[in-house]
């Protein structure tokens, strides 16, 4: 079975610290460096030779590589990242011949590392013309066509065909500031950024971000970005708005209502679909929930999605809900679980805490009660991911034992003295209809877009 290696220590018996100390401390023998001779070694009959690697006798990782597994070889790991059509791999050899192993179709941001990781690079990696922005690599250079940009210079922004456009500034109102952006320092490096001199720089932070708002104070070079806004006066503050966007904001303040479960979901939002990935109905409907209230949707991320698989796998095989140690894992994270659901059943069932008896707001000594919704709608957490497990086992029933784990990290959810300024009020402040569109109609952001919608670019300081 992989193991990922971005779960808690205790967990997988491994060493994830980039600090050789780090790995001391737990007794992992990870320290054995590589070679730096054993770049060109023959593989078996009709392969080819390993990759150099691009190191330069340095330990350093891929930050576009979020995810690693265990593997056998270093030959497996070249061979991962041939079939994922991937010109760059990261391997760190271990003591029993094995590694560990993660693929990227690129490798521009680099980290010096203490643990013995090696970056390789294809022979055959092409490079393309990116105009105004990263050059691009891998299989984003296609034979025919027009090459995808990875990432945009200052003063130009991805479109939509994913090339680097002269970013127009969007229609301004003076004065005016988002309630929204009033909140706790400790969020405030997802949606604050200062240093910021240029509001089309602001904008191009926005974009990155899939947000609709952007707010600029020119004297501070601060900005602000977020995707729902309740404006009020504010002298220093200019308040921008994507014209773009398909759907306006239609704040109220509405009754929160029961899902029926008796009925299709796709009779709430027509755009649901039971044939999309798993992923994505995670993401989507928990980012239809949290619209409702008015609370910027979640990013998908690998490393959570991986550290989830430690509690669906291991409820699964042992039939029955425990948590794991989300909270000690890297990134720390809070956790959900759900047994004999499905992913879009688990998340309706927990946001429907909201409306049981026992659940008041303001109220923290609640969590008991609903704790998997204040999870789900924590507005400092900006991370998702999730997993499904299932034991196949004879006594389990028809179907097997199910098992729904989702993680929240980036600030993860229902920590202490934080509950007030992180869970909303028992009322919708954006309509079903809407809500629908901004979940299941947004374009769906891949890997590359999640890693620049997280990468600060030099000016951007927190």
Request: proline share 5%; charged share 25%; hydrophobic share 25%.
């Amino acid at each position: 079975m992989m193991i990922g290696v971005v779960a808690s220590d205790d967990s997988v018996g491994i060493c994830r610290s980039d600090d050789p100390d780090g790995c001391a401390v737990h007794g992992n023998s990870m320290l054995q460096r590589l070679s730096p001779s054993s770049t060109k070694i023959k593989l078996g009959s009709g392969t080819e030779v390993l990759w150099e690697s691009i190191d330069g006798g340095a330990t350093q990782r891929c930050l576009t590589i979020a995810v690693w597994t265990r593997v056998e070889s270093q030959e497996d790991c070249q061979s991962q990242a041939v079939e994922a059509e991937n010109d760059y791999y990261q391997f760190q050899s271990q003591d029993d011949g094995g590694g560990l192993c993660g693929t990227a179709p690129y490798c521009y941001d680099k980290k010096p590392v203490g643990n013995p990781w090696k970056i390789y690079k294809s022979p055959d990696a092409t490079t393309c013309t990116c105009t105004n922005g990263w050059p691009s690599e891998s299989h984003y250079c296609p034979s025919t066509g027009t090459a995808k940009c990875t990432s945009c210079d200052d003063g130009y922004s991805l479109s939509t065909s994913a090339q680097c456009e002269p970013t127009v500034l969007w229609p301004v109102q003076g004065g005016k500031r988002c309630v929204e952006s009033k909140g706790e320092p400790v969020w405030r490096s997802w949606n604050l950024a200062t240093g910021c001199k240029k509001a089309i720089h602001c904008q191009e932070r926005a974009i990155r971000k899939g947000h609709r708002y952007f707010l600029y104070f020119a004297k501070k070079q601060t900005c602000w970005t977020g995707s729902y806004c309740e404006t009020k006066d504010s002298k220093n503050w200019d308040l921008y708005e994507n014209s773009a966007t398909p759907s306006v904001r239609r704040r109220q303040s509405l009754p929160v209502k029961a899902h029926d479960f008796t009925k299709p979901f796709s009779e709430t939002c027509p755009q649901y679909s039971d044939s999309l990935p798993k992923k994505d109905v995670f993401l989507k409907a928990h980012n239809y929930h949290r619209c409702l209230h008015g609370i910027d949707p979640l990013h998908w991320d690998r490393k959570v999605e991986e550290n989830s698989k430690l509690g669906s796998d291991s409820c699964a095989e042992r039939g029955s809900l425990e948590h794991t140690k989300s909270y000690e894992m890297t990134p720390s994270s809070a956790e959900n679980l759900a047994a004999g659901s499905n992913a879009l059943l688990a998340t309706t069932a927990w946001y429907d805490e909201i409306i049981l008896d026992g659940y008041t707001w303001p109220g923290e000594k609640t969590l008991k009660v609903s704790g998997h919704y204040t999870v789900m709608v924590w507005k400092d957490t900006k991370k998702l991911g999730c997993s499904e497990a299932v034991n196949t086992a004879a006594h389990h029933q028809k179907g097997g034992y199910v098992v729904d784990c989702c993680h929240y990290a980036d600030q993860p959810g229902n920590m202490g003295g934080m509950w007030e300024a992180n869970v909303p009020a028992k009322e919708w402040k954006n309509d079903v209809e809407f809500c629908c569109q901004e979940a299941f109609e947004k374009p769906d952001c891949d890997s590359d877009c999640e890693y620049q919608a997280f990468r600060l670019r030099e000016w951007e300081s927190i």
